[in-house]
């Protein structure tokens, strides 16, 4: 088995909701149980690049033929290579041909959350116990561990960082949010180690705003700085509020920075024969041009929300 880390950075607000209201917000997005950090299921990375695989593949024409036919509305995908990459869709398994395609997809983890700063504008805030996850799923990928693991130990009032995002003369006081925080400088090596996970067009922002902090202020930060907006439907008469049409829905702000772990091994599925990306090696180059676009990933579309950046790095 192969594995790679697929990196996600929000260009746009990110929502990924639970479907259920929380505390005031009618919208919230969907969290980890443990840690309260936001998460990005594996079901909705799956599923965006499935969905760009099959609106890429050589044989789109003969699929939509073949959906149109529906000689086998049990198999949505006829192109053999969307069932190698993915493997069959759910109603597949109704009809007993299983197997699974080559690639597998692990949950978008938080790894850098943004948070407004009184000088340099915003904080990428990582701490030790993201970078010790990061650490164990890189190994997997082919990173050397140590190159993640924190070395520095720091207290809840500290703030490891770049001086430009000190506010007094001397660089020793920061203040995100509503919090002030005495800064000492990062650990040596520790931007350049991140800077790959994140997409080209950003690395040259991360010496400047990449910034460590305790695990219980991430924490806090990651729980209850998230961007909340109220939402309406007008009534098209009065141009009012519709009944029942005001609610609130939380986002994940831009320049949140995720990582998933992906796993590869040669297609199980009897249909993948046929596919060139049946190789674990083969599907991960395919994934990789499927990555070199930014996707949509969570709902809103429409509005401008969820547009990410991909990044599938590791092998070195």
């Known amino acids: 088995m192969i594995h790679r880390l697929l990196t996600i950075h929000c260009l746009s607000p990110l929502h990924c909701g639970t479907g259920q209201g929380i505390a005031g917000i009618d919208l919230p997005v969907q969290r980890e149980r443990h840690t309260g950090w936001p998460v990005i299921p594996a079901s909705t990375i799956k599923g965006v690049l499935r969905d760009a695989a099959r609106c890429t593949t050589k044989n789109k024409a003969q699929a939509e033929q073949h959906e149109a036919k529906q000689s086998q509305p049990q198999h949505p995908d006829a192109d053999p290579d969307v069932i190698a990459l993915f493997g069959p869709e759910r109603g597949a398994f109704e009809s007993g041909e299983l197997g699974l395609g080559a690639l597998s ?116 930060f990651a729980r209850h700085a998230t961007q909340v907006e109220a939402r309406i439907a007008l009534d098209p008469a009065t141009k009012t509020v519709a009944q029942g049409a005001l609610f609130y829905q939380e986002t994940v702000p831009p320049e ?24 674990a090696e083969q599907a991960l180059l395919r994934l990789g041009e499927l990555c070199q676009h930014p996707r949509q990933l969570g709902g809103d579309a429409t509005i401008g929300k969820g547009l990410c950046a991909l990044r599938l790095v590791g092998g070195q």
């Open 256 to 279: 949140s920075l995720f990582v998933s772990l992906i796993s590869a091994e040669d297609a199980r599925h009897p249909r993948a024969k046929d596919s060139k990306y049946a190789k």
């Open 105 to 220: 997809f692990g949950d978008g983890v938080l790894l850098a959350f943004p948070v407004r700063s009184l000088v340099g504008v915003f904080a990428w805030l990582t701490c030790p116990m993201a970078l010790e996850r990061l650490a164990r799923v890189a190994e997997l990928a082919g990173f050397a561990k140590q190159r993640f693991v924190c070395p520095a130990q720091l207290s809840a009032q500290e703030m490891l960082c770049s001086q430009s995002l000190g506010v007094d003369n001397e660089h020793k006081q920061v203040l995100i949010e509503d919090q002030s925080l005495s800064r000492r400088d990062l650990p040596q090596g520790l931007a350049e180690a991140l800077k790959p996970l994140f997409p080209t067009s950003a690395q040259g922002l991360v010496n400047e705003h990449l910034a460590l902090v305790h695990d219980d202020t991430f924490t806090w």
